[in-house]
């Protein structure tokens, strides 16, 4: 057997070994995660559910999911366990780190254009520009050269609307 009829295989084996390691890895990192979990600790799981760790045996964990309600989980089901600081922002909406000197996003995004704000400041009686102005003529965004005409060019013999 030649070199040549060897070398795909042994690239897909390696490959292959490739993948595999790196599932591996993976996998090892996600069971460090799930064995460092302490109750107190706010997770995810994998259906998406934010709960704090209760409980945590070699294979469940007893998660709090509000006032009264305990469920018992694989500690495979569990898809991320949160720093304090995250898991407070997701599920109270408390904010650790509030700068006031940072932009505050507005709830509507009104505020974020000229014309909704003159539009918003305008009096009622009086129509705005912006109005007016969309009045008179309808706005065309399709792009158009000048020298094109709405019509289509006119067929001569032997042309087709057949794909060639």
Known sequence: ???????PFVVLIGA????TRSA???QQQAADMRNQMQPG?????????????KESNEDTVLLDAGPG??????????????TDEEYNRIVHGIEADLKSDSDIVPDDASSLT????T??????????????A????????GKKDETETDEEPKKTDGESDAKK
């Open 1 to 7: 057997m030649s070199l040549v009829t060897l070398l």
């Open 16 to 19: 292959m070994f490739l993948m």
């Open 24 to 26: 591996k890895k993976k």
């Open 41 to 53: 600790s706010g997770v995810r799981t994998i259906g998406g559910m934010y709960a704090t760790v």
């Open 69 to 82: 309600v305990e469920l018992l989980f694989a500690k495979n089901a569990i898809g991320a366990v949160l």
């Open 114 to 117: 000229e014309t909704a704000a």
């Open 119 to 132: 539009d918003a400041t305008a009096d009622a009686d009086e129509p705005s520009d912006a109005a007016a």
């Open 134 to 141: 969309s009045d008179d003529k309808p706005v065309d965004l």
